[in-house]
Structures are given as C-alpha cells and as structure tokens.
C-alpha cells in the first residue's frame, strides 16, 4: 500500500486547479500589463484571480498582492512592518520561538540592522496566549508577527484575539497563514490581521505562486524593484497560469472546508489513538487544538531519520518536521520551543493528512509505526540503557 501522508510539506495538485491553468497556457498567454486586447484579457484573468483570493479571505481585491510564495510574503509583510516603524522611531518586534524560518531569518537579519526582537515562549501545548502578547507589547514595537497554526506541530493559536490586542495597541499584525489558508476558516477584518501570507502548493495549487493581504492603508514596501506589476509593489510579469490555478485552488478548498475538515479531525484523532498507544511516546501540541490534518509525535529512544526511511520502505511518506530543514541533522527548533530535550526531539515524526487519506491507510500507518518504532528501539544502545535503568526515560 502507498500512503501519503505529507500534506503539511506539500499537497498534490488538484484537478480543478489543473483545469483552471490549462486555458491560461493556452488561450490567455498575453502580459497583463500591455494595452492590446490579448494583454487585455490577461489581465481581466488576472483581476478575476485577485477577486476570488480576496473573497475567500474576506478582503478587498486591491489588498491582494501575488508572490512566488509563503517565504516571499512572510519578507515582504515583516519588512513592510519594520521600514514603516523605524521611520517613527519604533524598532521594536514581537514574534514567536516557533515561527518558520521565513520569519525567523527575516527576523535575524533584522536585529543585525538594529532591531530589536522579542520571540515569545511558547507553552508545552504549543499555544501562545493573547495577554502574553499584550504584555510584550511596548511603546517603541512596530508590528507582531505570530504564525496561524504551526507547520510542524499543527497547533493553531488565538488569531482574533491577538489581532484585537495589536489593534486596540496600535501595532501592526501579521501571520503566517500559510498551514492555515484552506484548512481553516480566515477573515482579516473580522481578526483584525493588518498582513498575512499565504502558499498555493498548501492546499492543491501549484508551487512557485502565493499571496500577501496587506490591509489598504498600510503603505507595502517593495522587496523587487522593476516594473509597476501588483500595483507597484512585487515587480515582475504576473505568472498567471499559477495565479489562476491558486485561485481555483483555495476556492475549492474553502467551499469544502467544513466537510473535508470534519472527515479529516476523525482520521487525525484514530491516528493519535493509534500511535498513543506505543509506550513512551508523546503527542507533541493540543490534542484538539491544531489543524485537522496534522499528527506530531515523538518516540524516545529512536532516531527520526531512520524511523522516516523505513516507513518509506513500506509505502508510507512522511517526514520529521518542516520539508524547509528536512536535511538537516538538528533537532526541530519547535520541538525544542516546547520544552523537549534534544534525545527526545530526534524522535519526531510528522504525519500531515488529508480528505484524498481513507481510514484502510489510517489503520495502515498504526499497524507499522509501532513495529518500525519496536525494531529501531531493539537495536538501539540508548533505548537499552533505558530499558536497563541505567538512563531515566523522559517520556
């Protein structure tokens, strides 16, 4: 049997996407930005695109601006943030210790320019409250960036009240909505989100193509220079083929959330059930408080490499934590956000599902994770001295 089972990394492009591109290749193959009637109808394409993306966020049309993903719009919507403060004196950010590197790197780079960084403590169930915002919030902070939900432990966190926080403070707000966006119900004005991010290839849109809400007023600063594409703001000739598809994507996504997310809650919590059962294993994050789809857990006394690679061998796909970091040999920085010692954290498998996922492949992966997790653990030195009490087991 082959199971996919990670969604989180990637999904597989949709039909309906597909067949959205296809007349785009086709038919629609003038730039939006020159004058003549096959240019024309590119941009009308394109303006349909932009309607439809903002409609599924709860937005305005012309605070939908188009990037080459969630990574771009994370850098452009944090850097927005940061000019925008420093030319008032304020340089002073609050994030999280688990954001994705999108953010966090944004973020480094920008302390070497003087800013200062506040990432926030997150708790073992892997939520960061409203008021601990609050309470960071300072005269000099500039904006708040706090991601969705997690893309490795899948827990979601208190958007709207957050978002109420930085409004009532004066603060910009941003998330990462890019685990979110399809999954979960998102309306910006409703949150009070001022930017968010979001990727195509997370919820059956091509890869390469994303989008940035920047709520109308917030002057967006440029990461490209070129062109006066996105209305001056992301210059570059439109990729238009993947923009529709996205559209087409998110749309079908969100028509269908409250159905597909119910169906998908119910394999994730026989997943949980399943796995729990192994001894010494933990489930990392709210049981109930994360995306649908999203299973994360960590096996003392195993490698998770190992364990990935021998799932792999009987049909299951899977990875260990973000596809972003997957080659590297450290532990995950969000397992270790919440509290899990480094032996621990190497033991990690991230399991991401979703409504295309039957219950036979559920019951599947519960069969052969525990007998993968019991053969690593029998030819492992640490889980031995476990066993024989010569270490103290963690889990």
Known sequence: MFVYADNAATTKISKTALDAMM???????????????TGQEAAEKLLEARESVAKNLGAEAREIYFTSGGSEADNQAI??????????????????AFEHHAVLHTLNKLEKEGFEITLLDVHKNGIITAEEVKN?????????TVMFANNEIGTVQPIAEI????????VLFHTDAVQAAGHLEIDVKKMNIDMLSISAHKFYGPKGVGALYCRKGILLQNLIEGG????????????LPAIV??????????????ENGEYVSRLRDRLIEGLSAIPHSVLN?????????NVNMCFEGIEGESLLLLLDSRGIEASSGSACTSGSLDPSHVLLAIGLPHEVAHGSLRLSISEHNTEEEIEYIIKNVPEIVEY????????EALSKGEMKHVI
């Not at 994050?285 to 789809?293: E, H, M, N, T």
């Not at 690593?376 to 889980?383: A, G, K």
Request: hydrophobic content about 30%; overall charge positive; some cysteine.
């Open 23 to 37: 007349p785009i290749f086709e038919n629609y193959y003038g730039n939006p930005s020159s004058l003549h009637t």
């Open 245 to 258: 598809g996205m559209a087409a994507a998110f749309d079908e996504a969100c028509n269908n959330m409250k």
């Open 136 to 144: 960071a919030i300072r005269e000099d902070t500039c904006l708040v």
């Open 285 to 293: 994050g709210d049981a109930k408080c994360r995306l649908p789809g």
């Open 228 to 239: 006066a594409q996105e209305r001056g703001k992301r210059a570059g000739t439109e990729n």
């Open 376 to 383: 690593l653990r029998n030819i492992s030195p640490v889980w």
């Open 79 to 96: 850097r927005t943030g940061a000019i925008l403060g420093s030319r008032k004196g304020k340089k002073h950010i609050i994030s999280t």
């Open 163 to 170: 978002g109420a926080v930085c409004k009532e403070a004066g």
